[in-house]
């Protein structure tokens, strides 16, 4: 993964990131009592703006927090950060923690005011390999707490699952719960079968995914038939393609799930289709101003 850009911002200043300081009794970095978004920046914008902001005003309203910034200024804020770091593809990094106070209190103190950070990285585009022969997963139990649906930066279990792709060689853990798909631990899942595409429903097991939402829309725009339901383990391992969503990567076919290959072991129809649509679609929209959603 590239070094990120230089130039950060943070609570109200742009900074150079390798000067940025937080106080050790930041909640952020005490508690994990914090949330964050990465949104894609494809020609000096940010991609699917809304959808991201509107994330995280939810992820602080599930923590009680109120949104520090309107979405106007952080408009602004971002438009003003890419800038500074320069041309080409990036994502930007935002981190809201509930700020610092003196001492360790786990009660949250209503006084404080947040910790807001933002960084952002170079984006780089779709591997040619990756789209030729699609991407390793593999399996783990989903050892995570029962509020998936906040982006909170508490992403223990997160991590040690993506600790076993990488040691696995895979570029995505699978995340299972209960006989049952769940997500990955940093990607959403959909599953193709017989030309349908299955997914579980939206629900406090998985984070809504703004890329999924996206892949969906396409999907529905393309008459590609959708089932939001539970997806069985063993309809995942049979199924004819499996594909990941990340915000920073768009959609990846996944051709083998622990070792075995998926369906023939090559990037399928659905995924074709649904990555042509992206495409389509981001040159479309990229051009625009930002258009602020209530
Ligand atoms: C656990 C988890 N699920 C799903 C996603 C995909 O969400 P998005 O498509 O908005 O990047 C992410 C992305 O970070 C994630 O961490």
Redesign the pocket.
Known sequence: MAAPLPIAWLNGEFVALAEARISPLDRGFLFADAVYE?LPVYNGRPFLFNA?IG?LERSLNALGMETPLTRAEWATLLTELIRRNGPGDQYVYIQVSRGAEFGRNHAPNPALSPTIFLMSSPLSALDEAVRKCGVDAVTVPDERWAR?DI?STSLLP?ILAKGAAARAGATEAILLAEGHLR??????VLTVRNGVIYAPPEGNE??P????ALALELARRLDIAIRLEPVAESDLRSADEIML????RGVLPVCRLDGQPVGRGEPGPIWTQLQTAFEGYRAAVQPLPIHLEA
């Not at 995914?209 to 999924?212: N, V, Y």
């Not at 969503?245 to 920073?248: E, K, N, P, R, V």
């Open positions: 990465v991201h994330r998936c982006k997160n997500e990955g631990s940093s990607s959403a998985i984070l995914s703004t890329t999924r969503g990340f915000a920073t």
